[in-house]
């Protein structure tokens, strides 16, 4: 997979509208502090879940695990020469 600026820029953007413009655009009230507070953390948390599952898939590090057998098999369905 690699890299990708759009999807990267897209979602930032997207948490950083909720957890920075929105909670200033919040309605004056008792409660103000505690809802801008977890707006911000919503954001925080939400960003760094998905930035570690979108890293995790650029270099994962368990592979499958495949028999000589069933990569042959698996060679000759999709046509491709088979040296030994």
Request: hydrophobic share 60%; proline share 6%.
């Amino acid at each position: 997979m690699g890299f990708a600026f759009i999807p990267c820029a897209l979602i930032t953007s997207f948490w950083a509208v909720i957890g920075i413009v929105l909670p200033l655009f919040l309605p004056k009230g008792t409660n103000r502090a505690l809802i801008q507070l977890s707006l911000v953390l919503t954001a925080v948390c939400a960003w760094l879940f998905w930035l570690c599952a979108y890293m995790a898939q650029m270099n994962p590090l368990v592979g499958p695990k495949l028999r000589n057998t069933t990569i042959l098999m698996i060679a000759s369905e999709w046509g491709n020469k088979v040296e030994l």
